[in-house]
């Protein structure tokens, strides 16, 4: 029984990889359109490509960095093991490929969805929806595939090889090597969503503020010598960023969960290892609901509502996953269990699936509403900008902020309630459920600027009005797809962190958090500064390239004639250029913040203050980041994108106080300096938050054997049997019963 389930777990990520081959084929085989469309297509495909292989070569110096690191780490402990150092690098190489996967599909789907528009709306959002799903199943795919075939490897090269218990320092080994796959995805992924954010959003700035405002052309005009830099970075940021993100995410919260299943004393029918093999199985069975859920996204005509079609694949895949939750969780785990004195039954771990599965349906539908257009935030935005620049900042910036307050409400309901049904494992198995329907999610997400993509070659192709009104309609739901993705994300983020942070403290060996220690407090407080410094580093990092990229278009219209006259064609390459430069430069200080700021304050400070360890001194550090981390990726990332539907709204006519307003107006221009400043939050700075506070955790999880104030903390060596004796009156008689108590030993 145990060994069919433990290799039906790779087997559901090769099923995902498989119908993902297949619908990358079905997207390859359509029409591509005509020739100038398939040249400005190629500039996309191979400005993204070209951006994709200088970020590997530098990234690749870091991994060889780390792995010497993580072979010395390895060697040092007891818990552990060079074969880290490998672990980490298929992470690393898997992320980097998740992210290839979605960039190679995404410049193949966006041509041919524009393509799909020429005909119908309901053939482009088959297209571009086809080719997002083609990435979120990808990302699922690898994701289940690597991380299950390693855990096999792993459980019996340390467990089964030498015949030990499940919940000793022997599968604390296999685990903690195990970490060093989710160290290499989430590292790859911080710098590529980081290094994406700045390229994507220095073109953007550039091509808006001298294209829009300064030269009145429209958005993706061919003429504008930054738009095709502004489509490639759609692809590099929001694409193979995000891919490289969620696979990180993904990864950090079936990982997180094992841990703590790791000790948990399971009587099943698989040897023991249940609670470490649930996260992976609701993984698994997630892809299969999610390429079920694909098929909902249909709509009739060209009248047909699209957000719709896509909130009714993303809920049926919600639904059929909490379905089978129930049965899979009967079926595996045993009745009652127990994980640090906090005991639940298998019906309370069922229960946190579903909370879990609730609350990222939640975070989902409160960030739409924040983002989408029509809705108050946005309509508040809109009726600002009939003020000047100033007032729909103020508006934005306002809007962002209340936008943390329902979601940090449902987020912390969610970790109360999963932590009443079942501890801290409850928690993790509640992030877990949450991110079992990634494929999904995923695909929604990569449609957005597949059908941004799609409008832009649309706009420099010059086709028909019809053409565009059809991918403009794909594009405004992508941005709210998007930041919808964005707010799973962090939600995700948030309890994987908190279940990270519960295996961090495991594994040192820490019994509290006590902030009343001032080294503690102060460590909190420098947490909390960690995501405004790294946010401020991504942000100036804008600026500064979306600078060099304004004097480059400015240059290009000035010194080249006939540009404005559809005479002459703008040296595309220059932009391209200076993007890819300025994101590679400015990725590496903010990733290197977050891996170092861990390993300063774990190594740093050991014997330091007598009363206070270093780990627990790192513990108030995660907190702070954590908490500091969740807000300020929600207040960013919703100000964004309601600030970008603000300005979208204008395209097709605002009503301000009775009075109409389009394109070109003095508040649409106002509404475009507001789009300005939320792109690098939304696209840059935000998104990273919550790769930030996840490999901050796991840099955290893999040093604690390091810094651990007792040896193998959590390893059980033994299981002692307590005999006691209970004695009652039943009726006139006094009955004794004999109770048997079985107890773990450290």
Wanted: aromatic residues 8%; contains cysteine; negative net charge.
């Amino acid at each position: 029984m145990e060994q069919a389930l433990i290799y039906v777990v790779p087997a559901l990520g090769l099923v995902g990889l498989i119908v993902m081959a297949i619908k990358s084929a079905w997207v390859t085989k359509q029409e591509t359109g005509d020739k100038n469309m398939m040249e400005l297509a190629g500039y996309i495909a191979d400005g993204a490509m070209a951006f994709l292989k200088a970020e590997w070569k530098v990234l690749s110096y870091f991994a060889v960095i780390a792995v010497i690191l993580l072979v010395w780490s390895g060697m040092s402990v007891e818990t552990s093991s060079p074969v880290i150092a490998i672990s980490f690098l298929i992470g690393a190489v898997f992320s980097a490929f998740a992210g290839y996967i979605g960039m190679k599909i995404a410049t193949k789907a966006n041509v041919r969805t524009t393509q799909a528009a020429r005909t119908s709306l309901k053939h482009a959002l088959k297209v571009s929806f086809t080719g997002g799903s083609v990435m979120g199943l990808g990302v699922a795919g690898l994701a289940v595939l690597g991380l299950g075939s390693l855990f096999i490897l792993f459980y019996h090269l340390y467990v089964q090889s030498v015949c030990a218990g499940v919940n000793g320092v022997e599968m604390e080994k296999a685990l903690e090597v195990l970490a060093g796959f989710s160290l290499g995805a989430e590292s790859i992924a911080l710098f590529a969503r980081v290094g994406g954010g700045i390229y994507t959003k220095a073109a953007d700035v550039g091509a808006d503020l001298v294209g829009k405002v300064e030269a009145g052309i429209p958005e993706d005009d061919v003429r504008n010598p930054a738009t095709i830099a502004d489509n490639v970075g759609d692809n590099v940021g929001d694409v193979a960023g995000m891919g490289a993100d969620l696979f990180g995410s993904y990864v950090a919260t079936i990982l997180a969960t094992m841990v703590l299943g790791r000790e948990i004393v399971s009587i099943d029918n698989f040897g023991g290892i249940a609670p470490i093999l649930l996260p992976m199985v609701l993984a698994g069975l997630g892809i299969v609901f999610s390429i079920m859920g694909m098929f909902f996204v249909t709509i009739k005509d060209d009248k047909g509502d699209v957000q719709h079609a896509l909130n009714m694949g993303n809920w049926s895949s919600i639904v059929f996953t909490g379905i089978a939750s129930f049965f899979v969780v009967k079926y595996m785990l045993p009745e009652t269990l127990s994980i640090r004195g906090y005991d639940f039954t298998n019906m309370d771990v069922f229960y946190a699936i579903i909370l879990g599965l609730v609350v990222g349906t939640l975070m989902s539908i409160i960030t739409e509403y924040y983002t989408a257009m029509g809705k108050r935030p946005v309509q508040s935005i809109i009726k600002q900008s009939a003020t000047g620049h100033a007032t729909n900042i103020i508006a934005g910036l306002a809007v962002g902020m209340e936008s943390t307050v329902l979601p940090i409400l449902v987020l912390a309901g969610g970790i109360m309630g999963s932590y009443a049904f079942a501890g801290l494992y409850g928690v993790a198995i509640a992030a877990a459920g949450m991110m079992a329907t990634t494929a999904m999610q995923l695909a929604i997400d990569a449609f957005g600027p597949i059908a941004d993509n799609a409008g832009g070659i649309a706009e420099m192709s010059q086709l028909p009005e019809e053409v565009r009104n059809r991918t403009d309609i794909l594009d405004a739901v992508g941005n709210t797809t998007a930041a919808s993705g964005k707010g799973f994300a962090i939600a995700s983020a948030a309890l994987t962190s908190l279940a990270l942070f519960a295996a961090f403290v495991g594994v040192a060996g820490i019994d509290a958090i006590d902030i009343f220690k001032a080294p503690v407090l102060a460590a909190l407080f420098v947490g909390g500064m960690i995501p405004y410094i790294f946010s401020s580093l991504a942000i100036a990092a804008v600026g500064r390239a979306a600078m060099d990229m304004v004097n480059e278009v400015r240059r290009q219209f000035r010194e080249i004639p006939g540009i404005m006259e559809y005479k002459a064609k703008p040296e595309y390459d220059k932009c391209v250029e200076i993007s890819t430069k300025a994101s590679l430069r400015e990725m590496l200080l903010p990733g290197a913040i977050a891996l170092i700021t861990p390993l300063l304050v774990g190594f740093g400070f050991q014997g330091v203050f007598e009363q206070v360890s270093s780990a627990e001194m790192l513990g108030g550090l995660l907190a702070g980041v954590t908490v500091s981390g969740v807000l300020m990726g929600m207040f960013q990332s919703n100000a964004g994108g309601a600030w970008d539907n603000a300005k979208k709204s204008f395209e097709k006519g605002v009503e301000i106080d009775g009075e109409m307003y389009y394109k070109k107006s003095e508040p649409h221009k106002a509404s475009v300096t507001g789009d300005t400043v939320g792109d690098p939050f939304k696209d840059t700075s935000g998104p990273s938050m919550n790769i930030l506070i996840k490999l901050m955790s796991i840099v955290a999880l893999i040093i604690a054997p390091h810094i651990s104030q007792r040896p193998h903390t959590g390893a059980i060596s033994e299981k002692v049997e307590i005999k006691k004796e209970i004695k009652y009156e039943e009726g006139k008689k006094v009955v004794t019963e004999s109770i048997t108590e079985i107890k773990k030993v450290n």
